[in-house]
């Protein structure tokens, strides 16, 4: 049996993953992410007996976002690697290299919303309603969020910065 490259990779622990693979995570975390909004959005929606999607909209999203922060804060608190960050080999630590708590998780979560709120508070300030205007927004907010990132201490994102915590390169231990 052969082993992947990533496996092979002279990489030591600890280091800084590039923006790159980052970004790769980030984008998979949003694909895997899809199901749980999914899977989510339909148990509110039987819970509730919503017939209309307007119906309760503001309810279902602040139960997403329960939801999405269950996830991120017990993946972050039990071995520091959601599902795409364990794929890309990113662990996130707080600076002095230890596990996160639950409440430096909570801070993170709700600090990486970072990434869409300034897109959004624009596009809404300017009342903008074309779902490919509102698009456009936030796939130019998220790049100026990662390219930000290449300005920072250790080129961090910023609600890493805020909550004194860092990703960290985690390769598979070689058996």
Known sequence: MTRSPALQHPTQDNARPSLWRRLAAFMYEGVLLFGVVFVSGYFFSAITQQRHAMQGQHGLQAFIFVVLGIYFIWFW????????????????????????????????????????MPALACAWALGLHSTTTIFGALISGVAAYALLALFLPRQQFLHDVLCSTELITQWPVKT
């Open 77 to 116: 608190t039990h071995g520091g690697q959601t599902v795409a960050m364990k794929a890309w080999h990113i662990r996130v630590l707080d600076r002095q290299g230890r596990p996160l708590t639950q409440i430096r998780a909570l801070a993170r979560y709700v600090l990486s919303w970072l990434w869409f």
